[in-house]
């Protein structure tokens, strides 16, 4: 705290000096420097000591939610599709691995009206990948087909492919995408308004059926 003042001083002194002779305005210069003094535990969410850590920092404290899973509690959706968040405690579900995912075990379609929870979308028991592999010349395939090019930019080798009753494996890590909410309420707040393209759009995916596949010209559908 007092090594930047001590700096902001110096700065102040040094930038005063600079300005005269090259800047009429150099008063304000002046001032300017000097109103943009800043301290230390202004900088972050944190507002105390920066060198120790009291009980009374909380800025980054993470708070996630203690709902159990089936308290029928929610969040809205940040966008329309966009990866809800998870509104339920997680605790001993994670970290996924390739033994153990619970998170499967309750959201699974064929299992999840029985526990009251979302069933997975279709999205994610479909394949977007193309399946790749190098020809005898070298080339990438694509689906089978060699290509020269494989950053098209009219989206050919895009594939949008079932993955029947079986979870996709671009899927699995849940986490990737799907966070617990932390209760951060000193957070700055956040004042961006979604505009859903759906009615239901804060509650609900818009990602079913054929309009996975809406406007796409791929090579296997
Ligand atoms: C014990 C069953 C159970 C387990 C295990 C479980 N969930 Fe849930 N999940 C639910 C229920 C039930 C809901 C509906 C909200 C509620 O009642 O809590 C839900 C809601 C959700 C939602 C919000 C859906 C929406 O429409 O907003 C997401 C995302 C989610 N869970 C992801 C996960 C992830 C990721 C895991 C693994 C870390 C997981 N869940 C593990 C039961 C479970
Ligand atoms: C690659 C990112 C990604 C991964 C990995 C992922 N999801 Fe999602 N999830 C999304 C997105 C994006 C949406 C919203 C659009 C949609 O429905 O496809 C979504 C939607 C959902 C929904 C809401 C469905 C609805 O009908 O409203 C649930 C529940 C869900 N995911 C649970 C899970 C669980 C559980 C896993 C792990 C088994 C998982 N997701 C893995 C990105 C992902």
């Known amino acids: 705290m007092k090594m930047i003042n001590k700096i902001a001083l110096s700065l102040a002194v040094a930038s005063s000096v600079l300005f005269v002779g090259c800047h009429n305005d150099s008063d304000t210069a002046k001032a300017e420097v000097a109103k943009g003094t800043i301290s230390e535990e202004s900088l972050g969410l944190r507002k105390t000591d920066l060198y120790s850590e009291r009980k009374d920092t909380t800025g980054d404290m993470t708070r996630y939610s203690k709902h159990y899973a089936g308290s029928g509690h929610k969040i809205a959706r940040a966008f329309q599709d966009a990866p809800p968040m998870i509104p339920h405690d997680v605790e001993g ?52 087909v060699a290509v020269d090019n494989t950053s098209s930019s009219d989206m050919a080798y895009v594939s949008i492919k079932s993955t029947g009753s079986k979870l996709s494996g671009a899927r699995f890590n849940c986490t990737q995408c799907h966070a617990p909410q932390s209760d951060a309420t000193d957070a700055p707040a956040n004042t961006f308004e979604a505009v859903f393209s759906d009615k239901d759009g804060a509650t609900k995916s818009s990602w079913s059926g054929s309009r996975l596949t809406d406007s796409l010209d791929t090579l296997a559908d």
């Open 93 to 144: 579900m994670l970290p996924i691995t390739i033994k153990s995912n619970q998170c499967t075990s309750c959201h699974m379609p064929d299992v999840a009206p029985s526990m009251g929870a979302t069933a997975l979308p279709v999205s994610h028991f479909t394949n977007f990948r193309a399946a790749t592999g190098i020809a005898k010349d070298g080339r990438i395939t694509k689906n089978g």
